[in-house]
């Protein structure tokens, strides 16, 4: 082989062994470390704030920091309490309506009971019964059968839950302790960013520094676009709702539009978690023009999303919007539900590298110093 080509084809693998040693390592690290990593994270996520409150309002660095985090936990419990509110208005909004719709129902399943089970019933007895003894036996354990898989599945799914039941209430306090600890180191964090950021700089070179420091910026400029596009997004579903509701003169039109807009951050079950339940009962309650005006109003946020999504975020973060699309559905192909966020991410951390010229100093390394010869 020439010797040339060998080197490349051993730095080649040098750099590939090393991505994937460096992904692993931090794999690792971060299952010990994510709280950290989440603070760091609110640390950046807060230096706006931090930085107009220290130079517009004039407070001290400390001050500064405490009062952005406090005013973000005082928020987060605000949004709490303001959730448990419309939740025990809604609460006992629905213990007086419910009931009615209850008996509705009731008096529905009575008579559709009475007009289509019992004739049906008789007349399949009566076809039974018509039948040899053999085939009888056989129709016979094939519903046996069916029911027995019904129940273990059943029960599977029972055992299931209340086993990891455990687990779930286990992790409330574990959920608090990573809670704490974010929010105490981001305070840190954000108190001695300018002095972490100088030691940082100290103990790199001067080209890695400057490769980082772009890759920083154009994270931050993605991740902000990214927490503004979903924004928007949700924005644009409560309002869409809100508009659809007044029209169809529902009850609550508000609360039920905030909510269908927050259950929209949830990619993988979105606005038809509360509209699926919801206009199945309709239907099944008798209200047909209520059923399939939600219908409708579903329809058109479903399609909005699907429109605005891929426009939103890639004029958000600065993104081809075929390649935000393309990340999007290989990130749910691969990763499901996380898979939404963790596609448009990696799509993001990519374009911040290409922009900060680490592909192009890694293919110099790899090509060597013949593919470049110096200027004359």
Request: hydrophobic share 55%; aromatic share 12%; charged share 15%.
């Amino acid at each position: 082989m020439n010797p040339v080509n060998r080197d490349r084809l051993v730095r080649f693998f040098v750099v590939v062994v090393s991505a994937i040693l460096l992904f692993l390592a931090l794999y690792y690290i971060a299952k010990v470390t994510y709280p950290f990593i989440i603070g760091f994270a609110v640390a950046f996520l807060l230096k706006p704030i931090i930085r107009f409150l220290e130079v517009k309002v004039r407070l001290p660095r400390v001050a500064a920091v405490s009062a952005a985090i406090l005013s973000i936990l005082a928020l987060f419990a605000g949004g709490i309490t303001l959730l448990i509110a419309e939740l025990v208005s809604g609460a006992n909004y629905f213990a007086s309506v419910v009931p009615r719709h209850v008996n509705k129902a009731v008096a529905y399943v009575e008579d559709f009971f009475t007009s289509q089970i019992i004739p049906f019933y008789e007349r399949t007895a009566s076809l039974f019964k018509s039948l040899d003894t053999g085939q009888q036996e056989t129709i016979i354990a094939n519903i046996q059968n069916t029911g027995r898989s019904i129940a273990s599945s059943a029960g599977n799914f029972l055992q299931d839950f209340f086993l990891k039941l455990p687990n779930l209430i286990s992790w409330i306090p574990n959920f608090a302790t990573v809670l704490i600890f974010s929010f105490l180191a981001a305070f840190f964090i954000s108190k001695d960013w300018e002095r972490i950021q100088q030691r940082t700089i100290q103990y790199l070179p001067v080209k890695a520094n400057n490769s980082l420091r772009r890759v920083f910026t154009s994270l931050k400029k993605a991740l902000f676009g990214f927490v503004k596009a979903q924004l928007t997004l949700i924005s644009l579903t409560a309002v869409i709702v809100l508009i659809g509701l007044l029209i169809l003169r529902v009850n609550y039109a508000i609360t039920l539009a905030v909510i269908i807009g927050l259950v929209d951050i949830l990619p993988y079950l979105g606005t038809g978690a509360v509209f699926v339940p919801w206009i199945l009962y309709e239907f099944f309650a008798g209200d047909t023009g209520l059923a399939v005006g939600l219908s409708v109003l579903y329809l058109i946020v479903v399609v909005q999303r699907q429109i605005m999504e891929p426009k939103v975020l890639s004029s958000s973060i600065g993104l081809d919007p075929l390649a935000t699309l393309i990340a999007l559905f290989i990130g749910f192909k691969l990763a499901g539900f996380f898979g939404l966020i963790l596609g448009p991410t990696a799509l993001v951390i990519l374009n911040a590298l290409q922009q900060a010229g680490v592909f192009k100093d890694l293919r110099e390394y790899i090509m060597g110093k013949e593919a470049h010869p110096p200027a004359k």
